[in-house]
């Protein structure tokens, strides 16, 4: 039996220690923030109407079998613990200047029938070929990257990829390149770039491969879990609990000791004793780990390539707004977004909130989160992180996080979508909040920029290992959870 700490309670954490706990070791998992869950965050603001829930971080569930491997590699069952509930739109896609929408759904067929009515037939075709691809690509992901450890390049390199698996997955090529390769409308293409952004990044720049993340959502679908996605976290806390594992929450970490090469333990802020660990997982964001916990500069000179940020608005509306549980409200030109989120600090070009971005909207159809004849919106664009560089913005500056919400509903409005004057109450939340309340370095979601390779779930001293979105296999919950897979199989069972 190894003596184990866990240094963060978010998703990938609770789910590590779980699974540690079941194969026989002692595990404390020690968090800094009063509750656990990290990102998987939520928020409640009561008024005379009644309480209004949101969750401030992660609205979809998907690759739900993953979940489901989790509760039962654990001796439990999901269904126990959780009530998801499938969707259908999984995503409402709404085109600037009254363009068609589009809702996209678990059934590919379906989904190209939809594709098909809103771009016409040629465009169902075209997509029903890039479909084809995704197939290949995420069979070969699914197969030889995400569910093994990638230490290294030379790791990718060997992985036993078929030449037509090679071929799918485009080495080199870039999302916006496969785009524009498999889909003449423009309409579509844009469709395709947003998933670009569930790993943090632009699609000029997002590798081809990348094309799996739809096809994993549009084939086994998205999921809502009643009571809101905050929920997933509860059920993680009880089943670690539930197995002997200590939880310990308002207790910061500064530092992993790991002298001659191996871990010993951790060091407590305001505690002189040490906490002794023969293995440390880390749960935080790989640049705080690497720049303060354990200072690695060899490591942390890999991270500075950052993802975008999220700026949220939780919005209390009155009445009933017809939305989908997930819309998303495209803009005319969709490259200034990512030109205004990135910047580019190579050609003197500062980051800047984006005057005309894409807009998020989630509005879950649950009795339990809002007053009755009233809705919770979380509003979300993307955003450049937190900082002075650059690269990012310093979003504490007076005035300009207000002056931004405004933007913001002024654009929703435009596109047809007007709440100003059914407003119960709106509140602000920028990538430095989520520095702030998180730990997450410039606000960043995903830690790098997402790409084929990730910092590795080994650490540089013997007994460390990363879990989590910041490292691979990726961001996203299923990733994460599948991290905690990884990691727990590579420490292995006590006997």
Same mark, same amino acid.
């Given at each position: 039996?190894?003596?184990?700490?866990?240094?963060?309670?978010?998703?990938?954490?609770?789910?590590?220690?779980?699974?540690?706990?079941?194969?026989?070791?002692?595990?404390?998992?020690?968090?800094?923030?009063?509750?656990?869950?990290?990102?998987?965050? /939520?928020?409640?603001?009561?008024?005379?109407?009644?309480?209004?829930?949101?969750?401030?971080?992660?609205?979809?569930?998907?690759?739900?079998?993953?979940?489901?491997?989790?509760?039962?590699?654990?001796?439990?069952?999901?269904?126990?613990?959780?009530?998801?509930?499938?969707?259908?739109?999984?995503?409402?896609?709404?085109?600037?200047?009254?363009?068609?929408?589009?809702?996209?759904?678990?059934?590919?067929?379906?989904?190209?029938?939809?594709?098909?009515?809103?771009?016409?037939?040629?465009?169902?075709?075209?997509?029903?070929?890039?479909? &084809?691809?995704?197939?290949?690509?995420?069979?070969?992901?699914?197969?030889?990257?995400? &569910?093994?450890?990638?230490?290294?390049?030379?790791?990718?390199?060997?992985?036993?990829?078929?030449?037509?698996?090679?071929?799918?997955?485009?080495?080199?090529?870039?999302?916006?390149?496969?785009?524009?390769?498999?889909?003449?409308?423009?309409?579509? $293409?844009?469709?395709?770039? $947003?998933?670009?952004?569930?790993?943090?990044?632009?699609? &000029?720049?997002?590798?081809?491969?990348?094309?799996?993340?739809?096809?994993?959502?549009?084939?086994?679908?998205?999921?809502?879990?009643?009571?809101?996605?905050?929920?997933?976290?509860?059920?993680?806390?009880? &089943?670690?609990?539930?197995?002997?594992?200590?939880?310990?929450?308002?207790?910061?970490?500064?530092?992993?000791?790991?002298?001659?090469?191996?871990?010993?333990?951790?060091?407590?802020?305001?505690?002189?004793?040490?906490?002794?660990?023969?293995?440390?997982?880390?749960?935080?964001?790989?640049?705080?780990?690497?720049?303060?916990?354990?200072?690695?500069?060899?490591?942390?000179?890999?991270?500075?390539?950052?993802?975008?940020?999220?700026?949220?608005?939780?919005?209390?509306?009155?009445?009933?707004?017809?939305?989908?549980?997930?819309?998303?409200?495209?803009?005319?030109?969709?490259?200034?977004?990512?030109?205004?989120?990135?910047?580019?600090?190579?050609?003197?070009?500062?980051?800047?909130?984006?005057?005309?971005?894409?807009?998020?909207? !989630?509005?879950?159809?649950?009795?339990?989160?809002?007053?009755?004849?009233?809705?919770?919106?979380?509003?979300?664009?993307?955003?450049?992180?937190?900082?002075?560089?650059?690269?990012?913005?310093?979003?504490?500056?007076?005035?300009?996080?207000?002056?931004?919400?405004?933007?913001?509903?002024?654009?929703?409005?435009?596109?047809?979508?007007?709440?100003?004057?059914?407003?119960?109450?709106?509140?602000?939340?920028?990538?430095?909040?989520?520095?702030?309340?998180?730990? !997450?370095?410039?606000?960043?979601?995903?830690?790098?920029?997402?790409?084929?390779?990730?910092?590795?779930?080994?650490?540089?001293? /013997?007994?460390?290992?990363?879990?989590?979105?910041?490292?691979?296999?990726?961001?996203?919950?299923?990733?994460?959870?599948?991290?905690?897979?990884?990691?727990?199989?590579?420490?292995?069972?006590?006997?």
């Amino acid at each position: 039996m190894a003596r184990i700490v866990v240094v963060g309670a978010g998703v990938g954490g609770l789910a590590t220690a779980a699974r540690l706990a079941t194969i026989g070791h002692e595990v404390t998992v020690l968090e800094q923030g009063d509750t656990v869950g990290g990102k998987l965050g /939520r928020y409640v603001h009561d008024t005379p109407a009644g309480p209004f829930h949101f969750d401030t971080g992660p609205s979809l569930l998907t690759l739900p079998q993953v979940f489901h491997d989790l509760f039962e590699a654990t001796g439990a069952k999901l269904d126990e613990y959780l009530d998801p509930v499938p969707l259908d739109p999984i995503v409402r896609h709404v085109f600037a200047r009254g363009g068609p929408t589009v809702d996209s759904c678990a059934d590919p067929d379906e989904f190209a029938t939809r594709v098909g009515a809103a771009f016409g037939e040629r465009a169902a075709a075209e997509w029903r070929r890039l479909w &084809r691809r995704a197939e290949r690509v995420w069979r070969a992901s699914e197969r030889d990257v995400l &569910r093994r450890r990638v230490d290294s390049p030379r790791d990718l390199a060997v992985l036993a990829w078929r030449l037509g698996d090679l071929a799918a997955i485009g080495p080199g090529r870039t999302l916006r390149g496969l785009g524009h390769a498999h889909l003449s409308d423009p309409r579509l $293409r844009m469709l395709l770039d $947003r998933y670009a952004t569930y790993a943090g990044t632009d699609p &000029r720049r997002a590798p081809a491969a990348l094309v799996a993340v739809p096809y994993a959502e549009l084939t086994f679908g998205g999921w809502y879990l009643r009571g809101g996605l905050a929920s997933l976290a509860d059920a993680l806390l009880t &089943r670690c609990l539930d197995l002997g594992v200590v939880v310990r929450t308002g207790v910061r970490v500064t530092r992993i000791d790991a002298t001659g090469g191996r871990v010993h333990g951790v060091r407590l802020a305001d505690a002189t004793a040490p906490v002794p660990a023969d293995v440390v997982v880390s749960n935080v964001d790989a640049l705080t780990l690497y720049r303060d916990l354990l200072p690695t500069p060899r490591r942390l000179a890999t991270l500075t390539d950052r993802s975008l940020a999220g700026f949220v608005l939780l919005l209390g509306v009155r009445g009933d707004s017809g939305l989908a549980h997930h819309n998303v409200f495209f803009p005319d030109a969709y490259d200034a977004e990512f030109d205004a989120v990135f910047g580019a600090p190579g050609r003197g070009i500062r980051a800047r909130p984006a005057p005309d971005p894409t807009v998020f909207v !989630t509005v879950a159809a649950d009795e339990t989160v809002r007053p009755a004849g009233h809705e919770a919106w979380f509003v979300l664009v993307n955003a450049a992180r937190q900082g002075t560089a650059a690269g990012a913005v310093d979003w504490r500056r007076p005035g300009l996080a207000e002056a931004y919400a405004d933007r913001i509903l002024d654009v929703l409005a435009a596109r047809g979508v007007d709440v100003r004057d059914r407003l119960l109450f709106r509140e602000v939340r920028t990538p430095a909040d989520l520095e702030a309340t998180a730990d !997450t370095p410039g606000g960043a979601i995903y830690g790098t920029a997402g790409g084929l390779l990730r910092p590795p779930n080994r650490g540089p001293a /013997r007994g460390l290992w990363l879990v989590g979105g910041s490292c691979h296999p990726g961001g996203g919950l299923p990733m994460v959870a599948l991290s905690a897979q990884i990691v727990a199989d590579s420490i292995g069972p006590a006997w």
